[in-house]
């Protein structure tokens, strides 16, 4: 029996050195075969650090509110009664069923010049489309699922008896939410955060859409990584790169060291 729990324990690990470890450690490799110099000048580039600066500000607006998004619709689900519920539950998983790149198109169809609302836009000198609003929205709807996918079984397992309690006892709707239930969810929540980040810093399919890849102006952090392999400056695409994975593990860093020990929550 031991001896099977380190066999699956060391098949685990492998496969997990070859998935993770592996190709970071090739990007390692390819930036010092290509050259530390010009990973590092990729880096300091004026375009590169826009980029940056488009992929934060990306991130910085889109996980807030599919947090805030998340865990409405997670209670709707989850404790509510309603008409479609079904088809609600079901359109929450939409964006990891379709393919980014239509996701892009769609908005493209949206708010392009012929599209349902992009004349509107237009005649209000509101630019969506190859600009930061249209980028915003790509986002947004590709990371929608993470929190509410996380917080939806955790309340399923904690149920609802606190919750009642706390009503019976005259708490308010938004005393009761503060009180009991985000405690109950605040791990779960704290998942689906990390995971829409990851998934926000490492958009590329929908954002190259609608983005327009100008450089200097639209251009996030991955679309400078394609932007700088197409150019033959692999050292470069690669420093990039490396960047946006030490922020995600970072992000997930923080997150495990924070989290305190089981029982002492």
Known sequence: MLRRKLTLRAVAF????????GPLSMIFWRIGKDGVTNAWEALIAHD?????????????????LNTIFGIVVSLAIVRKKFPGKGLVNAFVDLPLALSPVVVGL???????????????FIAHHIQILFALPAMVLA????????????????LREIGDDQEQAA????????????????????????????????????????????????????????????????NLNYAGAYGISLVLAAIAILVLITMTVSRPKEGTS
């Open 14 to 21: 492998m496969y997990l050195l070859m998935i993770l470890v």
């Open 167 to 230: 009503r019976t006892l005259g708490a308010t709707g938004w005393q009761t939410f503060w009180r009991i239930t985000l405690p109950s969810i605040r791990w779960a929540v704290v998942y689906g955060v990390v995971l829409t980040t990851a998934r926000c810093l490492g958009e590329f399919g929908a954002v190259a859409v609608v983005s327009g890849s100008i450089q200097g102006k639209t251009e996030t952090a991955t679309l400078r990584v394609d932007e700088e392999y197409q």
């Open 139 to 154: 986002t947004i709807f590709v990371s929608v699922p993470f929190v509410a996918r996380e917080v939806v079984p955790t």
């Open 48 to 64: 590169t650090i826009h980029a940056f600066q488009v992929t934060l500000t990306i991130a910085i607006i889109a996980v807030p």
């Open 106 to 120: 769609a908005l493209f169809l949206l708010y392009g010049r012929t599209g349902w609302f992009g004349s509107w």
